[in-house]
């Protein structure tokens, strides 16, 4: 989908921009800290490479995308790491990880498990940000169409194919699976998993586009 990336690329940098300026306003010497991106991407890093650059990036990922390199896998490209994980348990003992960050990760994680999930990053991490589309915004943001997501799931799940992503990428089955893998959270269910750290609205139009739960404990 490189030519709906290439569209959408500029919006993508100026919010994720935002976002890494709201985080260094919690953690302003990130910069000199290390930091966990469990579901992560090269393309977050590059975006935001203007704003914060931490000592140490390390990716935790279920499976490789065309993003990796399967020979430097694990191996530092600009202070950048990159591991796979089962998606279940973080290989890394309690409260090792400084910063942790989760960017549009857990909608993709199915509702019973997401608890699970919640439970490994407060485990692991002393202070995190974690983020997620937020499901009262009008226009489902993995597929670029409006109310999608607000439909019931089995006429969602047929009407896909004809959002903007689904007519780039021309492949019924991925946008099915896209789909079908992809639940919004609303604000209250959000918060629930996530009851210690200060929940944080990112608007967009002064609709919230996104919502953020901090903790900067240390």
Known sequence: MSGLFTVISPFMKAFR????RRIKRFFPDIDNRSVADVGGSLHFW????SEIKPKRIMIYNIALDRQF???????DSDDIQATVYDGKHIPV??????????NSVIEHVPPPERIGLAREITRVARNYIIQTPAKSFP????????FLHWLPRPMGRVVAKFSPFGLV?????????????????TAKEF???????????????FLPKSYLII???T
Do not use: W, Y
């Open 46 to 49: 590059g975006f935001v490479k």
């Open 169 to 185: 990428e021309r492949n019924a089955a991925l946008t099915r699976q896209l789909f079908d893998e992809t639940n919004l959270l």
């Open 139 to 146: 226009v489902e943001l993995h597929f670029l169409m409006p």
């Open 69 to 75: 390199n399967p020979d430097n896998l694990g191996r």
């Open 215 to 217: 903790k900067a404990a």
């Open 17 to 20: 921009i935002s976002r890494a």
């Open 93 to 102: 003992n309690d409260k090792q990880i400084d910063i942790l960050i989760c």
């Open 191 to 205: 918060r629930r998993l996530f009851p210690e750290g200060q929940f944080v609205i990112e608007r967009f139009l």
